[in-house]
């Protein structure tokens, strides 16, 4: 809590960020930068999914350090789907 509210972490991901599915080198681009990055679908793969997935657990650790919580929203679902997990899962705390 901050000053009597509560901190939410709310991070919005593409399925296609979570779990990459491509079977050709594709070319990300940077939409703040425009720095460009080939990827093959053998780095997304192996190298790619593991650095995500430790990323988004140091966020979530470092929200909870913070006194807040962290909810992952995916564009894949609609956004009210999303918040009806997220209300389901925070009454289910004690």
């Excluded at 940077?30 to 679908?41: G, I, K, N, R």
């Amino acid at each position: 809590r901050f000053r009597g509210n509560e901190l939410i972490l709310f991070q919005v991901l593409d399925s296609q960020e979570l779990q990459p599915r491509f079977g050709e080198p594709v070319l990300l681009v940077d939409m703040e930068t425009d720095d460009a990055l080939e990827v093959s679908p053998d780095y997304a793969r192996h190298e790619y999914s593991p650095k995500i997935q430790a990323h988004l657990d140091e966020l979530r650790s470092k929200a909870q350090a913070a006194g807040m919580e962290y909810f992952l929203l995916r564009t894949d679902r609609s956004l009210d789907a999303g918040l009806r997990e997220y209300f389901s899962v925070r009454e289910r705390r004690p």
